[in-house]
């Protein structure tokens, strides 16, 4: 199987994780050539919130990856890459997180998604709900889970 395109979901809580995570992409894509498709997904409140406190104008067309793109860990996951050589994209959404990720996966054809979460009890998933177990399961590749411990 060869490894061309990688799909790294990037959340705002990933800050703890954000160096396993980075260390796992590069030792991924790095000797693959991969390209990495970074994706950071808003709900729409997040958006709005984010967008605002970047002070963007309320009358200017932002999209969702612009940004994305200023979302810190996504700009730490970025120069990261770059600094490895390695090629990326940034892609912003706005809706349910499992979904979206799952959408760019197939979009992109990635044969490989990289996600990052932490230990749940079953019970937990259960109540709480789970978005990296909702990825791993609805995935249309292998899914790579970089725990936070």
Known sequence: MSLDEVVVAVGDDAEHQIDAIEQTVIDIAGPTGATVHLAHVFSDDEYDQFRDQLDFDRDAEVTPTVVAGRQVNVRELGEALDAADIDF?????????????????????????????????????????????????????????????
């Open 89 to 149: 994209e940034t892609h912003g959404s706005i809706g349910q997180r499992s979904e979206e990720v799952v959408e760019l996966a197939e979009d992109a054809d990635a044969d490989l998604v990289v996600i990052g979460g932490k230990s749940r009890s079953p019970t937990g998933k259960a109540v709480f709900g789970s978005t990296p177990q909702e990825i791993l399961l609805n995935s249309p590749c292998p899914v790579t889970f970089v725990r936070n411990d």
